[in-house]
């Protein structure tokens, strides 16, 4: 399976956007850029994902880049509840959907 | 998008016993994917939950510890066999349509083995 880089941690502030960056350099061409987020004590919840044209949704945009080595989760305007462990996760080829979690980063949201 | 809902939600057990966990959504699903969750770490995949066929086991997880049934394409059970302390953790389930689609997530089940 393709691995992702992600930082261990980010600090933000409330009301500033936040931009989370996840390295994939070794992504196949049927890769999906997939990203999840563990609030604590609760489940992973589904962000957003793509494949290669930037997406946006009501939670947050997606920036890939053109040679899809990378990708960045850009959150327009931080609140408290968005301080999550955030997932950048690769699904795809032979995985018939299977997520592979890594460490992912620690978000923290400063009032 | 698909709710998830997981029985039990937490269960405290003795060594030695088997703690069967459900899982139900509340539509029709392709994949359904089963991970454990130990405290302060990351998820790891269990076993792909195959509907009407055996489960897809990852690398580490052995049918006779963690069988799985998936009689339907909204129901999945995942049982802890002959548990010991070092089963103690979050037991989620998941379910999606693939790669090129979102997946969602159980509130997890929190087992605990004394």
């Known amino acids: 399976d393709a691995k992702t880089t992600q930082p261990n941690s980010m600090e933000s502030n409330e009301e500033e956007p936040v931009h989370l960056p996840c390295n994939h350099s070794?992504?196949?061409?049927?890769?999906?850029i997939h990203w999840y987020r563990q609030l604590p004590s609760q489940g992973p919840e589904y962000v957003i994902h793509?494949?290669?044209s930037n997406v946006n949704n009501r939670m947050a945009s997606l920036a890939i880049a053109e040679d899809r080595k990378s990708s960045t989760l850009i959150l327009h305007r931080a609140t408290l509840r968005d301080a999550a462990v955030y997932y950048c996760?690769?699904?795809?080829?032979?995985?018939?959907?299977?997520?592979?979690f890594g460490q992912g980063t620690i978000l923290t949201v400063h009032p | 998008s698909a709710v998830i809902s997981q029985k039990p939600s937490r269960d405290i057990c003795q060594r030695g016993t088997s703690l069967t966990i459900q899982c139900q959504v509340d539509?029709?699903?392709?994949?359904m994917f089963w991970y454990r969750q130990q405290p302060g770490q990351s998820l790891t995949l269990i076993a792909t939950?195959?509907?009407?066929?055996?489960?897809?086991?990852e690398s580490g997880f052995v049918i006779d510890k963690f069988p799985i049934s998936r009689p339907n394409l909204t129901f999945s059970t995942l049982t802890v066999s002959n548990m010991s302390p070092e089963d103690s953790s979050i037991y989620l389930c998941?379910?999606?349509?693939?790669?090129?689609?979102?997946?969602?997530f159980g509130p997890g089940t929190r087992l605990t083995v004394t």
């Open positions: 998941s379910a999606g349509e693939g790669a090129a689609y979102e997946q969602y």
């Open positions: 070794t992504i196949s061409g049927t890769d999906y």
């Open positions: 793509g494949l290669t």
């Open positions: 996760i690769l699904a795809g080829g032979t995985s018939y959907g299977k997520l592979t």
């Open positions: 539509s029709q699903v392709t994949m």
């Open positions: 939950a195959n509907q009407g066929s055996e489960a897809t086991y």
